[in-house]
């Protein structure tokens, strides 16, 4: 970041250079240009299929955006200070007096989590599976399992329940007013391999354990945002018309970058483009229940967005749904389905094969 042309390059401008280049390339070796040309990316890569859709509009026909790292900064003052905080404030004290973060949530308060969140929102989906496929219908709140009296086995204190539920809602100023969205109880949240769930604090992304039990809101938001980085525009009427087609999919369990922050994004590019359903004639969002950040977790992470966007782009078939597996429930298919729909299970046939759900 100190140098201004590496800046430049990373921020927006090496992906369009390196596509003009590569369609010069493809039109000498082939005698003739590419038909079509498409973009795929997740984390740094969904933001730059964004900063594509945004500011070089001419130069995909569709894109995939995936977990996009839209806003960097704030995304960090969430899970590097914001959490950490909330967690540090209930943790245990070291000899120096410091929290150890690690030992804030114990593996029975997972368990316990988990147990009421998915007799809460497993089901709304018809079916108990381990996965949340309608998460926007997960009312659940930990502060139902706040112990009445005393600690227990089969609740929390009321200063852990109300931590966790800080911690989750993200970070806000002092106003009251939401820095960066909160993020969504999902059946990945205590994943311990990987990239951490959120219930599983521990050393920082970049470094040690945090240990500040505080956090200037105010002060962050306003230092932790980066015009050039961040991938906000929401106007998109020259990609749209040119006919240009742009999915986007998040893991519900990614810890790294708030699904509803992308979620919020698309709730704008709609709001600001003819609404939902004009939007819907050229974007889908899709969530996805139990993905980490980009995959694994206790989900299906496998899907095929691309031959979907191909036949979107140059055929005119909307995709309806797409199929998606994974190793962490062999033999299990579902229906990945556009917001605002989700996979509902039809209440007849085997649970495993996603040929009995529909998008509802």
């Given at each position: 970041m100190r140098d201004q042309q590496a800046y430049l390059d990373f921020a927006y401008q090496?992906?369009?250079?390196?596509?003009?280049?590569a369609k010069k390339i493809i039109a000498e070796y082939y005698v003739r240009p590419a038909a079509h040309s498409y973009f795929s990316g997740c984390s740094t890569g969904g933001r730059e299929g964004m900063i594509l859709s945004q500011r070089y509009p001419m130069?995909?026909?569709?894109?995939i955006s995936g977990d996009p790292a839209m806003r960097t900064g704030l995304s960090n003052l969430a899970i590097g200070k914001w959490i950490p905080a909330a967690f540090n404030q209930i943790a245990p004290k070291d000899a120096d007096g410091k929290p150890m973060i690690e030992r804030a949530i114990t593996d029975n308060d997972r368990k316990l989590i988990m147990n009421a969140l998915m007799k809460q929102c497993d089901a709304k989906d018809g079916v108990a599976d381990g996965m949340i496929f309608d998460p926007l219908a997960c009312d659940f709140d930990p502060v139902v399992l706040a112990c009445e009296g005393g600690e227990g086995d089969s609740c929390l204190t009321p200063e852990k329940a109300a931590a966790i539920k800080k911690a989750f809602n993200g970070p806000t100023t002092s106003h009251g007013v939401q820095a960066y969205?909160?993020?969504?109880?999902?059946?990945?949240?205590?994943a311990t391999s990987g990239i951490r769930g959120l219930l599983v604090p521990g050393p920082g992304i970049f470094g040690p354990p945090p240990t500040a039990t505080e956090v200037d809101v105010d002060t962050e938001s306003i230092k932790d945002v980066q015009p050039l980085v961040d991938s906000m525009s929401t106007n998109l009427s020259t990609f749209a018309a040119h006919g240009g087609k742009l999915i986007f999919f998040h893991g519900d369990s990614d810890p790294w970058f708030s699904p509803l922050d992308t979620f919020d994004y698309y709730k704008d590019v709609a709001a600001a483009n003819g609404g939902l359903d004009a939007v819907l004639k050229w974007s889908q969002f899709y969530f996805v229940p139990g993905m980490s950040h980009c995959g694994a977790g206790p989900s299906l992470d496998q899907f095929d967005l691309l031959t979907a966007l191909s036949n979107w782009v140059e055929k005119g078939i909307e995709p309806k749904s797409v199929i998606t597996t994974g190793k962490a429930f062999p033999g299990r298919s579902r229906p990945l389905c556009p917001y605002p729909k989700h996979a509902q299970y039809t209440g007849q046939g085997n649970t495993e094969d996603a040929a009995n759900f529909e998008c509802r």
């Open positions: 090496a992906n369009a250079e390196v596509a003009a280049l130069s995909f026909d569709g894109i969205p909160g993020f969504l109880y999902d059946a990945g949240i205590t």
